[in-house]
T-cell receptor, first 113, second 114 residues
Framework: DGGITQSPKYLFRKEGQNVTLSCEQN?????MYWYRQDPGQGLRLIYY???????QKGDIAEGYSVSREKKESFPLTVTSAQKNPTAFYLC????????????FGQGTRLTVV | AQKITQTQPGMFVQEKEAVTLDCTYD???????LFWYKQPSSGEMIFLIY??????QNATEGRYSLNFQKARKSANLVISASQLGDSAMYFC???????????FGPGTRLSVLP
């Protein structure tokens, strides 16, 4: 079945550590996105990529980094520079035409301990 | 700049009744798409319905319909015959036709009462 997979589902990070969230899709989609969601709030864009080896910062990119070495994969690293990383992280992909919806993964819940 | 407004933080509806969730948007692009997503407590985002800015008719998908009023920049979601499983967060989103990302509103939490 085609879809988008995020792992792990739950992640715990100690203060000062970098952690990487995985996002893989087999939908052959060109565009991929990372969103952050805080409790009771909407989604805010961290980074997005429209093509392999290219990505752009979203509204809240500080303290995060990404790579897009393969079409199927768009990992997100939460660095120690991100002062408040506890949140729910959602990865999405899209065929990159205006009329098509974004498909989402199941999300990763990151908690700083 | 894009902006999505959802003015209802929370809504209650009786089971089997209809409910309207409000969404207004702001864009200067004449070509755009509007989307509604449902997010149950499990956290997954479920796509519900799409409306294109040039579509002449309101979109419908089963019990979901979109009341699109272009001049008012309004794209309200109507859920008919509410079910207990409809209890969730609902997000309105927009993407300009040649834009690069989806912009989401703050969401509305819908609670369906038995």
């Amino acid at each position: 079945d085609g879809g988008i997979t995020q792992s792990p589902k739950y992640l715990f990070r100690k203060e000062g550590q970098n952690v990487t969230l995985s996002c893989e899709q087999n939908l052959n989609h060109d565009a991929m996105y990372w969103y952050r969601q805080d409790p009771g709030q909407g989604l805010r864009l961290i980074y997005y990529s429209q093509i392999v080896n290219d990505f752009q910062k979203g509204d809240i990119a500080e303290g995060y980094s990404v790579s897009r070495e393969k079409k199927e994969s768009f990992p997100l690293t939460v660095t120690s520079a991100q002062k408040n990383p506890t949140a729910f992280y959602l990865c999405a992909s899209n065929i990159d035409r205006g009329s098509t919806e974004a498909f989402f993964g199941q999300g990763t819940r990151l908690t700083v301990v | 700049a894009q902006k999505i407004t959802q003015t209802q933080p929370g809504m209650f509806v009786q089971e089997k009744e209809a409910v309207t969730l409000d969404c207004t948007y702001d864009t200067s692009d004449p070509s755009y798409g509007l989307f509604w997503y449902k997010q149950p407590s499990s956290g997954e985002m479920i796509f519900l319905i799409y409306q294109g800015s040039y579509d002449q008719q309101n979109a419908t998908e089963g019990r979901y319909s979109l009341n699109f009023q272009k001049a008012r920049k309004s794209a309200n979601l109507v859920i008919s015959a509410s079910q207990l499983g409809d209890s969730a967060m609902y997000f309105c989103a927009m993407r300009e036709n040649y834009g690069q990302n989806f912009v989401f509103g703050p969401g509305t939490r819908l609670s369906v009462l038995p």
